[in-house]
């Protein structure tokens, strides 16, 4: 069963880092685009950084550039290190892929920032 699958969430005080993964499993993920979103209470979820097939990346204005996404190919993995981190950075985070024109989620990991 193809799936995505975060991890590296946790809680963390202002100013720190966190490195967050998103593993697949029967999908190649060098091959697609992969994005990371996060949806806070309240809020709908949003878009924060994509690394194309290519390897070009891009990062929405408010984590650019404490946020940086790149591939581990040899793990099938995409990491998002998350620097600098503020309140406002507090959600679940999720990963994100298309295949064959299908969508696939991961079921999210929990990032807490305290002031």
């Known amino acids: 069963q193809a799936q995505l699958v975060e991890s590296g969430g946790g809680l963390v005080q202002a100013g720190g880092s966190l490195t967050l993964s998103c593993a697949a499993s029967q999908i190649l993920l060098s091959t697609n685009a992969v994005a990371w979103h996060r949806q806070a209470p309240g809020n709908q979820r949003e878009w924060v950084a994509t690394?194309?097939?290519?390897?070009?990346?891009r990062y929405a204005d408010s984590v650019n550039p404490r946020f940086h996404i790149w591939r581990d190919n040899a793990r099938n993995t995409v990491i998002l290190q998350m620097t600098s981190l503020q309140p406002q950075d507090t959600a679940v985070y999720y990963c994100?892929?298309?295949?064959?024109?299908?969508?696939?989620w991961g079921q999210g990991t929990q990032v807490t920032v305290s002031s």
């Open positions: 994100n892929t298309k295949v064959r024109g299908r969508d696939y």
């Open positions: 690394v194309a097939s290519g390897g070009a990346t």
